[in-house]
């Protein structure tokens, strides 16, 4: 039991090292796709709830890409509690997770199109694509 749990820590450890070595912040990817189709946006848009990472306020949509280990991505592979200090990760996480459902609730009363993208769903680039092709459609027409 201990020589598995071990292997754990070694493991999460590691991965939490390339994550941040391999410098590929979800954000950037987001915005190099967004720029790719020709989305306009601002940036970490701090007057809007949760200052999503991407936003658009004429056009009504928002964007948040999130850490999946820092935003506790439930059933991913990088959304794991480390083994120690359990009582103080899963603290933590709640609170994480419930500010972001809340922030995204305030942004859709105000009627905005939110998007939540994942570090590990910006693996796939096409599929990245595909869902923010699909931002603002409604309102491309009024704000063009
Ligand atoms: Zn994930």
Not at 87 to 110: I, S
Request: aromatic share 8%.
């Amino acid at each position: 039991v201990k020589r598995s749990r071990l292997k754990t820590d070694a493991q999460r450890a590691a991965l939490m090292r390339r994550v941040r070595r391999s410098g590929t912040p979800p954000e950037r990817i987001v915005r190099e796709v967004a720029s790719e189709i020709g989305l306009r946006y601002r940036c970490n848009v701090k007057s809007l709830p949760g200052s999503p990472d991407l936003a658009n306020k004429r056009g009504r949509w928002a964007i948040f890409a999130n850490g999946c280990f820092w935003h506790h991505h439930k059933g991913c592979k990088l959304g794991t509690h480390p083994a120690r200090n359990a009582k103080f990760w899963a603290d933590k996480f709640a609170a994480n997770r419930a500010r972001d459902a809340r922030k995204v609730r305030e942004l859709r009363a105000l009627g905005f199109e939110v998007l939540v993208v994942w570090q590990c769903q910006t693996a796939d680039r096409k599929r990245l694509f595909a869902r923010l092709s699909k931002l603002g459609e409604s309102s491309a027409v009024e704000a063009a």
